[in-house]
């Protein structure tokens, strides 16, 4: 027994032409708004404020640049200390002690269980009158989430911004500094805008030991609920977090080496 | 051949849509972007990421010149044991696990200060350009933070007492001066917690080693 195929549905000419129609008014719509922005963008962009623009632009290429560089010089160096033609047993305990310091100073790539959070300005209409500042993520929430992190058992943070990957991830280390600028965060003096991706390594339960700890239920959990700052956080079987890059040489001070002691 | 063209016509017409809309949702995200920054934002911006990228110059300096004395050791077929134990110092003093010597400031705080005060103060002199940090006698590593204990502030798992000393090297006047700078830390805690400072600058300060063990249980090197 065969069945008969329903005749195929076409459109008549005059549904095409409405469905052409209409799509081209939506492209002029939204064309118009386009060009609208755009001009609305450059008409505020002065002469001087172009040459900043450029030369702000000129600094962060030089700094990726320069961050690219320093871990290629890394693993040059690395390498050279793995491969001495001295002493085997001596350089192998150098080798385990200097592997170890890294580690503990940050500076090595590191992977484990953790988390992720991510915390946004608020979205919420700043009421009239009121200043817009406390609506916007600060130097301090950031300072508060890793302090609040490290109290909870983190051994190993880093933060990024833009909702960028980890790549342009900042290590926080023994001199990692958390400030304000305008209305980005420096965090190592790289400049980060938000949304802010904090990640973390830690043994199991670290989210829940974040969320229940004084430092970050004192400020940061009220300015959320107050302000409404955009916060979500997921634990994560395994994150992968990247080594400090950044001068670890002292200027001002020396090592005090063990034959000093 | 009617139909072919209308569908041919609507897939382009949905297509451009498209395009426009996202470029137009991608334009009224939020981001922030450098035009959005005043002159005297975009002048800060310049200074602080132009000041970053000498402390990254001076870091790759480093590493080359680094790399130049293994190339000659090994050209010369010398152990470079001496030049890895003086990169292990160097490593280790960074981190906090080797003791330290060199100028700075000593900043002493009296008063009902608390644990936020203490991390801000940290954080003060982090961004003043402190290359180590000690507080009383507890050096200040990654994870060093104080907490409220049962009931005293602790660092590592050691209490402080009512009058703590801050020991930082780096620049004694680049320290000083951002600790002493209008409307900074200072000025809001004398305001807020009624804490007193005193600011030192010294030429001979030691700050010990980390006494906490800083070896990760759960996070691991990748290879």
């Known amino acids: 027994m065969s069945r008969r195929l329903p005749p195929r549905r076409r459109l008549t000419r005059p549904q095409w032409a409405i469905s052409v129609g209409l799509g081209l008014a939506v492209i002029g719509f939204v064309g118009a708004a386009q060009w609208n922005s755009s001009l609305a963008r450059t008409e505020f962009i002065t002469s001087a404020q172009r040459v900043l623009i450029s030369e702000a632009e000129q600094a962060q290429r030089q700094q990726e640049t320069l961050g690219a560089e320093i871990e290629a010089a890394?693993?040059?160096?690395?390498?050279?200390q793995e491969q001495d033609a001295g002493s085997q047993a001596a350089l192998q305990a150098l080798n385990d002690e200097l592997a170890a310091a890294r580690l503990a100073g940050g500076l090595d790539e590191v992977r484990g269980p953790g988390l992720v959070m991510e915390i946004a300005d608020s979205i919420r209409p700043v009421?009239?009158?009121?200043?817009?500042?406390?609506?916007?993520?600060?130097?301090?929430?950031?300072?508060d989430i890793v302090t609040a992190l490290w109290a909870s058992g983190a051994e190993a943070i880093t933060i990024a911004g833009g909702g960028s990957d980890r790549i342009d991830a900042e290590r926080v280390a023994a001199t990692t500094s958390i400030d304000g600028a305008g209305n980005a965060i420096l965090v190592n003096e790289a400049r980060l805008t938000p949304p802010y991706r904090i990640e973390a390594i830690g043994a199991d339960g670290l989210l829940d030991r974040f969320l229940t700890n004084p430092t970050y239920l004192s400020r940061v959990a009220r300015r959320i609920e107050v302000y409404g700052l955009q916060f979500a956080h997921e634990a994560r079987d395994e994150v992968t977090l990247p080594?400090?890059?950044?001068?670890?040489?002292?200027r001002w001070g020396a090592p005090v080496s063990e034959s000093d002691d | 051949?009617?139909?072919?063209?209308?569908?041919?016509?609507?897939?382009?017409?949905?297509?451009?849509?498209?395009?426009?809309l996202v470029g137009q949702l991608?334009?009224?995200?939020?981001?922030?972007?450098?035009?959005?920054?005043?002159?005297?934002?975009?002048?800060?911006?310049?200074?602080?990421?132009?000041?970053?990228?000498?402390?990254?110059?001076?870091?790759?300096?480093?590493?080359?010149?680094?790399?130049?004395?293994?190339?000659?050791?090994?050209?010369?077929?010398?152990s470079t044991l001496d030049l890895t134990e003086s990169e292990l110092e160097r490593i280790a003093a960074f981190g906090g696990l080797r003791p330290v010597e060199g100028q700075g400031v000593i900043l002493t705080v009296a008063g009902p200060f608390?644990?936020?005060?203490?991390?801000?103060?940290?954080?003060?002199?982090?961004?003043?350009?402190?290359?180590?940090?000690?507080?009383?006698?507890?050096?200040?590593?990654?994870?060093?933070?104080?907490?409220?204990?049962?009931?005293?502030?602790?660092?590592?798992?050691?209490?402080?007492?009512?009058?703590?000393?801050?020991?930082?090297?780096?620049?004694?006047?680049?320290?000083?001066?951002?600790?002493?700078?209008?409307?900074?830390?200072?000025?809001?805690?004398?305001?807020?917690?009624?804490?007193?400072?005193?600011?030192?600058?010294?030429?001979?300060?030691?700050?010990?080693?980390?006494?906490?063990?800083?070896?990760?249980?759960?996070?691991?090197?990748?290879?």
């Open chain 1, 74 to 80: 890394d693993e040059r160096v690395q390498a050279f």
């Open chain 1, 243 to 250: 080594a400090f890059i950044g001068n670890t040489r002292m």
């Open chain 1, 127 to 143: 009421p009239e009158g009121e200043s817009g500042t406390p609506y916007l993520v600060l130097a301090d929430d950031l300072r």
């Open chain 2, 26 to 78: 991608r334009s009224q995200a939020p981001a922030i972007e450098l035009s959005t920054l005043s002159a005297q934002e975009l002048s800060q911006l310049i200074e602080t990421v132009s000041s970053r990228n000498v402390e990254l110059s001076d870091a790759l300096a480093d590493l080359r010149e680094q790399i130049r004395s293994y190339e000659l050791a090994e050209v010369q077929g010398q």
């Open chain 2, 114 to 223: 608390d644990a936020t005060a203490v991390n801000d103060l940290v954080y003060e002199l982090r961004g003043a350009g402190a290359e180590a940090i000690a507080v009383d006698d507890i050096r200040i590593t990654a994870p060093s933070v104080a907490t409220l204990g049962t009931g005293v502030i602790e660092i590592d798992g050691t209490p402080l007492g009512p009058t703590i000393e801050i020991r930082a090297i780096g620049s004694p006047d680049g320290l000083e001066s951002t600790l002493r700078r209008p409307g900074g830390l200072l000025t809001l805690l004398e305001q807020s917690i009624d804490a007193q400072f005193q600011i030192e600058q010294r030429t001979d300060l030691e700050l010990p080693a980390t006494r906490r063990d800083l070896a990760p249980q759960a996070a691991r090197p990748v290879e």
């Open chain 2, 1 to 20: 051949m009617a139909g072919r063209i209308a569908q041919i016509s609507l897939f382009v017409v949905a297509g451009i849509i498209g395009i426009l």
